[in-house]
């Protein structure tokens, strides 16, 4: 098998945000950017928008919702009791599970949604680029398939924006 | 870098005027109904000396935790501490308006009421105000300590003083907890002097750590917005956004949970309460402040395209200075006026005290530089950028 993708190592979060301009103002394809914490200039500067949080949002008012339909199906419609003399809509005994079953619903729901989008699974074996982006290096990868040469050497671009080592390697990305 | 803050004179006349108005109006409210007027006199001075205790305590908070971003704001909390020994020297006014705000000073009440009689070792007007002077001396030398160790930090410089601020911080959290929560009982809850909530003391706690980072953020941006702070970046912003976004649960999570406990537990004695704070035109007071300082606050900062939008945040921090006045109204006036009422007086009050506390917070903001020389974390807070 053939070496088919790029990589390029930074030790410094502002160099790799330099080159991660610099590469995609020529116009060449990111595979990945691998960072020892979570970055959100890498996600606005290679273009991507999440929807995440819209997501949650429409979990959580879907979850307070069908609770709070459900509480009052069951103790005010379907089995109406009179306990301490207090209105069979309870409400403000209500608002507490449905605090509850709102943090559930959008944590679980949360959780197979990124699970699906990402298509992580329990025993998937996890792809690592450069074992360094999980202590202090950060690591771009490129798929060479698709990162055609826009005009310029790819791996000079990384080079002159800091990287401390540039090499090609094997990856199985797909399974 | 090195800019004082001068007071322009727009400024300074409108405390002057607001300080003028106010003393007339208050003057006639104590002549026309004297009940009303003291009990303005103790929402409007609790009131802002809750926003400075809230400011004392966001600046210890920042100590502690040795947090950097915030370390260029500094002088605004620190400007806003000092009305505090004003507010302990109008607190002791009170002495002249016991009897129109709390029941239990009355000889006739504590002579036939078995409750007032078993709370009177502690509720006893020189007792009372044993407690008010002590409490009122650990906040001024405490925050007095905080001050003076920024202001040598500025002349010297050195990692000393804040490592000694970060002392005088640990310290002051810990007094401010049990000081605080005997103050909001002495001061509002005694009010109800039958009545009794454990959960009181902590939600008035938040509510001023809330009310008073509010404040300080609406300074912030009217001073950015003026032309001061032009490091001010959206990750400021954020953080500010964040904190008020926080404490609007937190005051959610407190005032909900003290009155769901007693809805719930349907104690006549706990009851009484409430029953007080929803008949006429109270109810409506109730539903508002959990609207105000609650339910907008959490609906606007929640969403990312707004949370960091100094306009909102701006207009935010405005209504929840009004939530706190609304919130103490609805602690105060139900057992003091029995009805609600709103005109000159409580005009004038509010007018008068926002007036003294401007002038106070203005001259203690020029008398030192607006940004800080020497913190640790300075340069940290000035390129302060959120991953």
């Known amino acids: 098998m053939s070496k088919n993708h790029l990589i390029g190592v930074f030790d410094d979060e502002n160099a790799l945000m330099a080159a991660l301009h610099e590469v995609k103002a020529k116009g060449f394809e990111i595979w990945e950017v691998f960072t020892p914490y979570p970055m959100h200039e890498v996600i606005e500067a290679m273009g991507k928008k999440t929807r995440f949080t819209f997501a949650a949002f429409i979990y959580g008012f879907l979850g307070a919702a069908g609770v709070l339909a459900f509480m009052y199906y069951t103790a005010v419609i379907d089995w109406p009791i009179n306990y301490g003399g207090k209105p069979t809509n309870a409400f403000p005994s209500f608002i507490v599970v449905t605090v509850v079953i709102t943090i559930l619903t959008v944590t679980l729901a949360s959780l197979f949604t990124f699970s699906l989008r990402a298509k992580i699974y329990p025993g998937k074996a996890y792809i690592l680029p450069d074992k360094r982006s999980t202590d202090d290096m950060f690591v771009m990868v490129f798929d060479k398939s698709v990162a055609k040469n826009a005009g310029s050497n790819l791996e000079d671009i990384l080079r002159e924006k800091g990287a401390i080592e540039v090499y090609e390697k094997e990856l199985v990305t797909e399974i | 870098m090195d800019t004082k803050i001068t007071l ?13 108005v106010g003393a007339a109006l208050i003057a006639y409210s104590f002549f026309t109904d004297h009940n009303r007027a003291w009990a303005n006199l103790l929402l409007n001075n609790y009131m802002f000396l809750s926003i400075a205790i809230g400011a004392s305590f966001f600046i210890a908070l920042q100590y502690i935790s040795q947090s950097g971003w915030s370390s260029m704001f500094k002088r605004i909390p620190e400007a806003l501490m000092s009305y505090i020994p004003w507010a302990g020297i109008i607190m002791l006014l009170l002495y002249f308006g016991m009897h129109s705000i709390y029941h ?5 009440a504590l002579a036939t009421d078995p409750i007032i009689q078993h709370k009177s070792p502690y509720l006893n007007i020189p007792f009372f105000f044993i ?3 002590l409490f009122f001396i650990a906040w001024m030398v405490l925050t007095r300590l905080l001050r003076k160790a920024s202001l040598a930090e500025d002349a010297h410089g050195g990692l000393g003083y804040f490592e000694k601020s970060e ?11 049990i000081t605080f929560s005997f103050a909001t009982f002495d001061w509002i809850m005694s009010i109800d002097v039958h009545w009794f909530s454990t959960l009181f003391s902590l939600k008035n706690f938040v509510a001023a750590f809330y009310h008073g980072s509010a404040t300080i953020v609406l300074i912030v941006i009217i001073l950015h917005q003026k032309g001061y702070f032009k490091e001010l970046n959206k990750s400021h912003l954020l953080d500010f956004s964040r904190y008020i976004f926080m404490l609007s649960i937190v005051w959610g999570y407190f005032a909900f949970s003290q009155f769901m406990l007693i809805w719930y537990g349907n104690i006549p004695e706990e009851t009484e309460y409430f029953a007080h704070r929803w008949h006429s035109g109270f ?9 105000i300082n609650w339910f907008i606050p959490f609906v606007l900062l929640l ?3 707004l949370n960091k939008n100094i306009n909102v945040l701006k207009y935010v921090a405005i209504l929840l200075i009004a939530g706190q006045y609304l919130d103490l109204y609805e602690q105060i006036f139900p057992t003091v006026l029995h009805h609600v009422v709103f005109g ?10 926002a007036g003294l506390f401007l002038f106070i917070f203005g001259k203690a903001l020029a008398s030192a530089p607006l940004v800080p020389k020497n913190h640790p974390y300075l340069e940290e807070s000035l390129h302060h950028h959120l991953h």
């Open chain 2, 8 to 20: 322009s004179k727009g400024y300074q006349y409108t405390t002057y005027v607001l300080m003028a």
């Open chain 2, 104 to 108: 239990w000073t009355h000889e006739d």
């Open chain 2, 131 to 133: 407690r008010m002077v």
């Open chain 2, 167 to 177: 002392f005088y911080s640990k310290i002051h959290i810990f007094l401010l907890a």
């Open chain 2, 283 to 291: 109810k409506v007071i109730f539903y508002v402040n959990f609207l």
């Open chain 2, 303 to 305: 969403p990312q395209a």
């Open chain 2, 344 to 353: 000159l007086p409580e005009i004038g009050f509010f007018a008068g005290f």
